[in-house]
Protein backbone atom coordinates (compact mmCIF):
# COMPACT_ATOMS: atom_id res chain seq x y z
CA UNK A 1 0.00 0.00 0.00
CA UNK A 2 1.74 2.66 -1.15
CA UNK A 3 -0.14 5.07 0.97
CA UNK A 4 0.58 3.57 4.03
CA UNK A 5 4.41 3.78 3.13
CA UNK A 6 4.11 7.86 2.23
CA UNK A 7 2.00 7.86 5.77
CA UNK A 8 4.75 6.09 7.29
CA UNK A 9 7.64 8.64 5.84
CA UNK A 10 6.04 11.62 6.82
CA UNK A 11 5.53 10.75 10.79
CA UNK A 12 9.26 9.53 10.90
CA UNK A 13 10.04 12.99 9.16
CA UNK A 14 7.70 15.02 11.64
CA UNK A 15 8.80 12.91 13.99
CA UNK A 16 12.42 13.67 13.96
CA UNK A 17 11.79 17.15 12.54
CA UNK A 18 10.21 18.16 16.29
CA UNK A 19 12.91 15.63 17.83
CA UNK A 20 15.44 18.81 18.90
CA UNK A 21 12.70 21.24 20.31
CA UNK A 22 11.33 18.72 22.36
CA UNK A 23 14.23 17.37 23.91
CA UNK A 24 15.36 20.74 24.82
CA UNK A 25 11.74 21.16 26.66
CA UNK A 26 12.70 17.45 28.31
CA UNK A 27 15.94 18.64 29.51
CA UNK A 28 14.98 22.14 30.98
CA UNK A 29 11.38 19.76 33.06
CA UNK A 30 8.89 21.44 31.32
CA UNK A 31 5.45 19.74 31.26
CA UNK A 32 3.06 19.38 33.84
CA UNK A 33 3.85 17.80 37.54
CA UNK A 34 1.92 14.87 39.29
CA UNK A 35 2.80 11.38 39.73
CA UNK A 36 -0.73 9.74 40.59
CA UNK A 37 -1.21 9.15 36.51
CA UNK A 38 -4.63 9.56 35.37
CA UNK A 39 -6.37 7.81 32.77
CA UNK A 40 -3.55 8.38 30.53
CA UNK A 41 -1.32 6.03 32.16
CA UNK A 42 -3.03 3.53 29.81
CA UNK A 43 -1.79 5.12 26.84
CA UNK A 44 2.06 3.10 28.07
CA UNK A 45 3.15 1.27 25.77
CA UNK A 46 4.29 0.26 21.95
CA UNK A 47 2.31 1.40 19.15
CA UNK A 48 3.09 -0.26 15.72
CA UNK A 49 1.37 0.96 12.21
CA UNK A 50 0.64 -1.29 9.43
CA UNK A 51 3.12 -1.21 6.25
CA UNK A 52 2.87 -3.65 3.47
CA UNK A 53 0.30 -5.99 5.94
CA UNK A 54 2.44 -5.85 8.56
CA UNK A 55 3.08 -4.11 12.20
CA UNK A 56 5.99 -1.87 12.38
CA UNK A 57 6.68 -0.31 15.68
CA UNK A 58 6.99 3.07 15.76
CA UNK A 59 6.34 4.96 19.11
CA UNK A 60 6.68 4.06 22.89
CA UNK A 61 5.16 5.94 25.36
CA UNK A 62 6.97 5.71 28.57
CA UNK A 63 6.15 7.12 31.87
CA UNK A 64 9.11 8.80 33.40
CA UNK A 65 8.40 10.27 36.95
CA UNK A 66 5.70 12.43 36.80
CA UNK A 67 5.82 12.81 32.85
CA UNK A 68 5.25 10.98 29.45
CA UNK A 69 7.79 10.39 27.12
CA UNK A 70 7.90 9.10 23.70
CA UNK A 71 10.74 7.43 21.67
CA UNK A 72 10.52 6.04 18.43
CA UNK A 73 12.42 3.57 15.70
CA UNK A 74 13.07 6.26 12.75
CA UNK A 75 16.28 5.47 12.50
CA UNK A 76 17.64 2.80 14.17
CA UNK A 77 15.92 -0.74 15.24
CA UNK A 78 15.99 -0.28 18.66
CA UNK A 79 14.51 2.54 20.29
CA UNK A 80 15.54 6.12 20.68
CA UNK A 81 16.52 8.28 23.37
CA UNK A 82 13.61 10.13 24.39
CA UNK A 83 12.35 12.42 22.21
CA UNK A 84 9.25 14.24 22.96
CA UNK A 85 7.64 15.24 26.46
CA UNK A 86 3.64 14.36 25.77
CA UNK A 87 1.29 16.05 28.48
CA UNK A 88 -2.17 14.63 29.20
CA UNK A 89 -5.08 16.01 26.22
CA UNK A 90 -7.70 18.13 27.31
CA UNK A 91 -11.05 18.51 26.08
CA UNK A 92 -10.02 21.32 24.37
CA UNK A 93 -6.95 20.36 22.84
CA UNK A 94 -9.20 17.15 22.15
CA UNK A 95 -11.67 19.16 19.95
CA UNK A 96 -8.72 21.35 18.41
CA UNK A 97 -6.39 18.52 17.30
CA UNK A 98 -9.20 16.64 15.55
CA UNK A 99 -11.94 18.90 14.92
CA UNK A 100 -14.81 16.38 16.88
CA UNK A 101 -17.32 18.42 18.62
CA UNK A 102 -19.21 15.25 20.08
CA UNK A 103 -19.06 14.02 23.64
CA UNK A 104 -16.44 11.28 22.37
CA UNK A 105 -14.72 9.67 25.01
CA UNK A 106 -11.20 9.75 24.26
CA UNK A 107 -7.66 9.51 26.26
CA UNK A 108 -4.81 11.09 24.92
CA UNK A 109 -1.05 12.28 25.08
CA UNK A 110 0.34 14.93 23.05
CA UNK A 111 3.26 17.31 22.44
CA UNK A 112 3.28 20.19 20.04
CA UNK A 113 4.27 17.42 16.97
CA UNK A 114 2.42 14.44 17.70
CA UNK A 115 -0.79 12.84 19.75
CA UNK A 116 -1.64 9.63 20.49
CA UNK A 117 -5.20 8.71 21.58
CA UNK A 118 -7.42 6.13 22.58
CA UNK A 119 -11.12 6.27 21.37
CA UNK A 120 -13.86 3.94 21.29
CA UNK A 121 -12.95 0.94 18.33
CA UNK A 122 -14.75 1.96 14.88
CA UNK A 123 -15.06 5.77 16.24
CA UNK A 124 -14.68 8.06 12.71
CA UNK A 125 -14.31 11.15 11.64
CA UNK A 126 -14.41 12.18 7.78
CA UNK A 127 -12.77 9.83 6.10
CA UNK A 128 -10.30 8.32 8.96
CA UNK A 129 -11.77 5.62 11.22
CA UNK A 130 -10.13 3.26 13.35
CA UNK A 131 -10.87 -0.03 14.02
CA UNK A 132 -8.46 -0.45 16.94
CA UNK A 133 -9.46 2.44 18.95
CA UNK A 134 -5.86 3.81 18.96
CA UNK A 135 -4.66 6.55 16.81
CA UNK A 136 -1.59 8.73 16.05
CA UNK A 137 -1.99 12.28 14.70
CA UNK A 138 0.61 14.51 13.04
CA UNK A 139 0.80 17.26 10.73
CA UNK A 140 -0.27 14.54 7.97
CA UNK A 141 -3.57 13.65 10.05
CA UNK A 142 -4.74 11.06 11.60
CA UNK A 143 -3.01 7.12 11.24
CA UNK A 144 -4.49 3.50 12.77
CA UNK A 145 -2.25 2.38 15.47
CA UNK A 146 -2.09 -1.24 17.10
CA UNK A 147 -1.15 -0.89 20.72
CA UNK A 148 1.30 -3.90 20.97
Known amino acids: MPHTMTLMKNLFKYIVAGA ?10 CGAGGSGGGPEAELVGVYAI ?12 ERQGGRYIMRDKVRTPEWSEPKMQMQ ?7 NRITTDGENTQFV ?29 FYSQGPVEAYKL
Open 20 to 29: CVSCVSLLAG
Open 50 to 61: KTNGALKEVVKI
Open 88 to 94: PVTRERW
Open 108 to 136: GVSSDQLAIFKVPPGWQKNSFKTETGYFL
